[in-house]
């Protein structure tokens, strides 16, 4: 198929590129532009590891082409730093432990961060609500909904 | 309060911001100039011969630069059990026969990933199918195919365990039980897919990246099966995305690409698909099991006795230690007057099983110790005494097996009883199930035939006091590395942030049988341990001729403080110390070596960590649709080191194996599984999660370093016992099958109405 | 009373020395070469073997220790 040109924002920087139109999102997050840090961990769009944010929304990668995300903001976990200085949720997850092997870890961040912006003062029905969708195989959840829960406490508040 | 600095303190995880910034590189990632994309062309037939395959219309396709078959391979047919050449039969690319559906048979190597896999539909296999063979009873038959030449009624291994005078024993007994159970197996299911990258070059040298639980392990059996100098292979181990027993031995993905990269001097990449990890990587071994066991009417035990069949599946892998470990772990953490397992590990034309966390002991527990549970109910005595009177205890001797040098049982059992207490009667929909169980914290044995110690570390100091330390021991999300710096840290006397940990990467670590069998903490720890402690005495050494004091006093280093014992008042700053040692060596930076082997230490294990687990569980009458709401697990592990690692892999454990006991479910058909997805097959998800408290139980265990045992893989082993022990509790139905699937429940409750009527 | 009794075939001593060790060391082992012995003593290792794994008791492990043991005495002066 015909290579097609493509702008796409990621992390609020602009990219141009040249693509097939039947390439998923999450490949070409990871392959043309080299953001590795979302992965893949099925085919079924069911595991939750390819999760970025598209205009603050938790979308899988996996299951939409990157063409539908030309014009919309999308946000991967690189995104969360800036200059360094690690988001509240990766603070977070550092000091609650809320990882292990690291794999599911960048989409949980990003599922995280949506449910944040969707329900700044989450409940943990909600927050296991939010996360359903992204398997860890190591943590057990636990770790993670109180990490959420210690943001939406306030405990990371910026000054 | 605790008299160490790092030991068991809130230390973040040291791999914790690659992590929580996507920067942290798995072989999923790697990306290498000039790297082809491979894929593997796999089985249909569970059992069938290869008369020929016809690669010459995929060699032809354009972008595919090479295709490999078992006739482009040294054919040597490989296993980890190198000691005993007998197992170790299998060749990944078969050239022979295939013997279950997904085994490779092939390989291509192209410019995309998409070449590649368009190029497999272009090969063409001839097969002369054979008859098959599924369940292991059905494979002893005397008409049953022969799965491997010599092995007679495809009788892979067979162990036995025994001690006491199991008949007598059983004479003694007032009340004997009989059961049988199934259980089945498990898919590891890590995030990260089997995946690897290989990179031969024309200087001979072999450069790998494997996701894998041992690079050591990779690089000694790659050495093997390439015809290659172990040294000559470099095992390269970035992060891992889980591993839970299913990446130490070689899988497809690495010896493909070796074998392709070999052939093509380019960098070639495998990474298997979700389905193909479900098909073609081996599982938890699915086991049967016929248990007797005889007590006395006080509740006594005296004699067991076991028969296990394992479906092995179509080769050994690390197959027979879980037929060893289950049948010893099945008798833990009782002590029996008479005890006997035989365990047999049978071939079938299924995905071969192996090691998975836990290695044979969630299956032992789930038979053990629900027959415990019904017995108790049968003689009408509480479980949880009747349980206490029989436990190990410290000091007791498993005979001719193993010394227990330290054990928490009985304050596990003070533990669950209070909160089951605490909890008062529950609504009448719930119910509590409790399990015990035991586990190992490293094996002794060496059936790998490494001439190396089990774990070896270096720790070198640099002028400005920051300290490398380079171990073999594998992070796989487990936490290695941080609890083997925080060892480092506290024996050496500074904080976990001047340590900067190597691991990974077999040209600059050292040999280390890798993450597996709950050895790392013990048996790297140790090591690591020895090495700092070793480096600190050459500072040491030097402040004691600085410091002139008398013969009498003892200086160490605490906090980055270098202080007389007796006086800590007095000290001096470690990084002073360190700038003049190195002077003092004339420039020399300071190395410390540490190493562990387990010597003596009895035939499993130089240490075994204790649990008791109970889970309050909701059941759906109508359904059989199980709900976890509650959980306590009371748990000694000796002194813990990590404190969020060990939280973190308690709650983990627990999620694993609740999915053990009622979630994930392997469906075979022919030889063929039925769910190879994550539709499908269900892992547990952040909804079905309860709470996972843990009551910790102080013990020291001498063979540790600072007192640690294992943590994480003995807490695999009670969950799916305890769900059974809830249902039993909640409607008096045994449940002789895990996983616990919804329909077992509702029919198990149809059978007892029906009975019940039939008794009227 | 009776010295340990080593295995006929790799004379490997065997745990504590009794026959029944023995036998559990030959079954265990199941190599060619202690098959191969078992056969010679007009046993089937494999019909033992499956006896031994599907009936309760310890039966196949005693037939194969007695035949240890007769070919203990067989060897001694």
Redesign the interface.
């Known amino acids: 198929m015909e290579k097609q040109p493509l702008k796409l924002t990621v992390n609020g920087r602009e990219y141009e590129l040249y693509i097939n139109p039947k390439a998923l999102l999450v490949e070409v997050i990871r392959d043309h532009i080299g953001l590795t840090g979302t992965k893949r961990g099925c085919e079924t769009v069911s595991c939750g590891a390819c999760t970025v944010m598209i205009d603050d929304m938790a979308v899988k990668s996996c299951s939409i082409l990157a063409v539908q995300a030309e014009g919309r903001h999308v946000r991967t976990a690189e995104g969360l730093e800036v200059n360094g200085k690690l988001a509240p949720i990766q603070k977070a997850f550092l000091d609650h432990g809320s990882y292990q092997c690291g794999f599911c870890t960048p989409g949980m961040l990003m599922s995280c961060e949506a449910l944040l912006k969707e329900k700044p003062t989450p409940t943990e029905e909600e927050i296991k609500e939010g996360i359903e969708g992204n398997i860890c195989r190591c943590t057990g959840y636990n770790s993670i909904v109180r990490a959420v829960e210690a943001v939406a406490k306030g405990n990371y508040k910026e000054e | 309060m605790n008299k160490y600095s790092v030991i068991n303190t809130h230390v973040h995880n040291v791999d914790g911001i690659a992590k929580v910034t996507g920067r942290a590189v798995y072989t999923f990632d790697v990306k290498l100039p000039g790297m082809l994309y491979g894929k593997i062309l796999r089985s249909p037939h569970p059992h069938a011969k290869i008369v020929s395959i016809d690669c010459g219309k995929a060699m032809e396709f354009p972008g595919v630069v090479g295709v490999v078959t078992g006739k482009d391979t040294l054919g040597v047919k490989q296993g980890i059990w190198r000691r005993y050449q007998d197992l170790c039969d299998e060749q990944i690319l078969p050239i022979d026969k295939v013997r279950y559906i997904g085994e490779p048979v092939a390989a291509v190597a192209a410019l995309t990933e998409e070449i590649a896999e368009q190029a497999l539909d272009l090969i063409d296999v001839h097969y002369e199918v054979l008859p098959s063979v599924y369940e292991p009873l059905d494979a002893i038959k005397k008409e049953a195919p022969e799965i491997h030449e010599g092995f007679e009624r495809n009788m892979n291994v067979t162990r036995h365990i025994e001690w006491g005078d199991v008949e007598a024993a059983f004479e003694e007994a007032d009340y004997i039980r009989e059961d049988w159970f199934k259980c089945g197996g498990q898919a590891h299911m890590c995030m990260e897919t089997r995946a690897a990258v290989s990179s031969y070059t024309p200087e001979g040298k072999l450069t790998v990246y494997h996701s894998t639980q041992s690079p050591y392990y990779t690089q000694g059996l790659l050495a093997g099966v390439l015809g290659l100098k172990e040294g000559h292979i470099r095992v390269i181990s970035p992060y891992v995305g889980g591993g839970f027993g299913g990446k130490f031995e070689l899988d497809g993905a690495v010896f493909c690409s070796a074998v392709l990269s070999m052939k093509l001097c380019r960098p070639v990449k495998i990474v298997f698909t979700r389905e193909e990890d479900f098909i073609a990587t081996k599982r938890r071994t699915p086991m049967s099991y016929y248990v007797r066991t005889g007590v006395k009417k006080d509740g006594t035990f005296c004699a067991r006795e076991a028969k296990v069949f394992t479906n092995g599946g179509a080769y050994t892998g690390m197959g027979a230690t879980a037929l060893y470990l289950t049948g010893f772990f099945h008798s833990f953490p009782y002590r029996w007057k008479g005890y006997r397992y035989d365990g047999y590990r049978v071939y079938t034309n299924t995905l071969p099983s192996s090691s998975m966390r836990g290695f044979g002991a969630p299956q032992a527990m789930f038979c053990s110790e629900q027959q415990i549970e019904w017995i108790a109910a049968d003689l009408g005595l509480d479980p949880i005494e009747m349980r206490r009177k029989n436990a190990h205890y410290e000091g007791y001797e498993v005979p001719g097996q193993a010394t227990i040098a330290s054990c928490g049982i009985d304050q596990c059992f003070d533990e669950i009883q209070k909160w089951i207490k605490e909890k008062g009667p529950l609504p009448s929909n719930r119910s509590i199930g409790i399990s015990a169980c035991g586990f190992m914290s490293g094996g002794i044995f060496n059936w790998f035939d490494s001439p190396y110690a089990f774990s070896s570390a270096v720790v070198t100091i640099n002028y400005d006091g920051t300290v490398e330390l380079h171990v073999g021991a594998q992070d796989i999300g487990q936490g290695s590395n941080t609890t083997m710096a925080i060892i480092c840290a506290e024996a050496l006397g500074v904080k976990v942030e001047d340590i900067k940990v190597h691991s990974g990467d077999t040209d600059h670590c050292p040999a280390d049988l890798g993450a597996w069998g709950s050895r790392q903490t013990l048996m790297a720890g140790n090591a690591v341990k020895m090495a700092a402690e070793d480096a600190k005495k050459q500072l040491l050494e030097f402040a004691y001729a600085q410091s002139g004091s008398n013969i009498i006093y003892d200086l160490d280093i605490k906090e980055r403080r270098v202080h007389s014992i007796a006086r800590p008042e007095r000290g001096s700053d470690y990084f002073d110390l360190v700038k003049k040692v190195l002077r003092g060596k004339e420039g020399q930076r300071i190395v410390g070596r540490g190493y562990y082997t387990p010597h003596r230490k009895g035939m499993i294990s130089p240490a075994y960590s204790y649990m008791l687990q109970g889970v309050e569980v909701e059941i759906d009458r109508e359904t059989g649709k199980i709900r976890l709401i509650d959980s306590l697990t009371a748990h000694d592990c000796g002194q813990p080191i990590n404190h969020l690692g060990l939280i973190g892999q308690l709650e983990g454990a627990f999620s694993m194996a609740a999915g053990y006991g009622y979630l994930e479910y392997m469906p075979y058909e022919d030889g063929k599984l039925m769910n190879p997805n994550l539709v499908d097959y269900k892992v547990i998800r952040a909804t079905e999660m309860p709470k996972v408290p843990v009551a910790e139980i102080d013990t020291y265990e001498p063979a540790g370093p600072y007192g640690a045992k294992e943590a994480g893989e003995g807490l695999t082993n009670p969950t799916a016992a305890a769900i059974g022990n809830a249902i039993f509790h909640a409607f008096g139905v045994q449940m002789k099958e895990c996983p616990i699937r919804p329909e077992m429940i509702v029919n198990a409750l149809k059978e007892k109405k029906a009975k019940e009527k039939k008794g009227n | 009373m009776s010295e340990p009794v080593t295995c006929p075939v790799c004379g490997k001593k065997a ?2 020395g009794s026959a ?1 060790d023995c036998a ?1 060391h030959m ?2 082992t ?3 070469v202690h098959r191969a012995w078992v056969e010679a003593q007009g046993l089937s ?2 019909d033992l ?2 006896e ?3 009936t ?3 039966k196949s ?1 005693i037939v194969l220790a007695e035949v240890i043991e007769k070919a203990q005495d067989k060897s001694r002066p």
Do not use: E, S, V
């Open positions: 745990k504590t029944i559990r079954f265990g199941g190599d060619k290792f494999i073997l499956i031994q794994a599907t309760p008791g310890n492990y």
